[in-house]
């Protein structure tokens, strides 16, 4: 199953988000593990930002994003893309930024700590809670 994942979720992981980190890390590791994982393309300039302005280092910030690509494949975005996220009625443009990315990737789900962003997507989101509930009960921590 192709799974896009959102930037919250790779934060929670990134940064040790508490009490999210170890859920994410668990849905995370079935993505690599067992799916089709995906980002979007704008999720990775915002990811070495926020890690490089955690960490204090850029190399930090490097490091985990190349070890992110290493597994997840980014999502290609192009100019309909855009528009189209212009067109979803989701109040965040951002969020309408992943809509739109998914849709256009062929996503079945988006895992995204904010599931109540996403209820006018296209693509239906799922906490990393819940994907492990449905999809990797066993994974649960």
Request: glycine share 0%; charged share 20%.
């Amino acid at each position: 199953m192709r799974v896009l994942i959102d930037t919250n979720v790779i934060l929670d992981e990134a940064l040790s988000r508490q009490p999210w980190q170890p859920t994410a890390r668990a849905a995370m590791s079935e993505c690599h593990r067992q799916h089709d994982a995906m980002i979007a393309f704008h999720t990775l300039p915002t990811l070495f930002y926020l890690i490089r302005r955690h960490s204090q280092s850029a190399v930090v910030a490097k490091r985990f994003c190349q070890q992110l690509v290493s597994w997840a494949r980014v999502a290609p975005a192009d100019h309909t893309v855009a528009l189209r996220a212009f067109q979803l009625p989701l109040s965040d443009f951002e969020d309408a930024m992943q809509a739109s990315v998914a849709e256009a990737s062929g996503a079945a789900i988006i895992l995204s700590r904010n599931t109540k962003d996403f209820t006018a997507s296209p693509v239906p989101a799922m906490t990393p809670e819940d994907f492990l509930l449905t999809y990797h009960p066993a994974s649960l921590p």
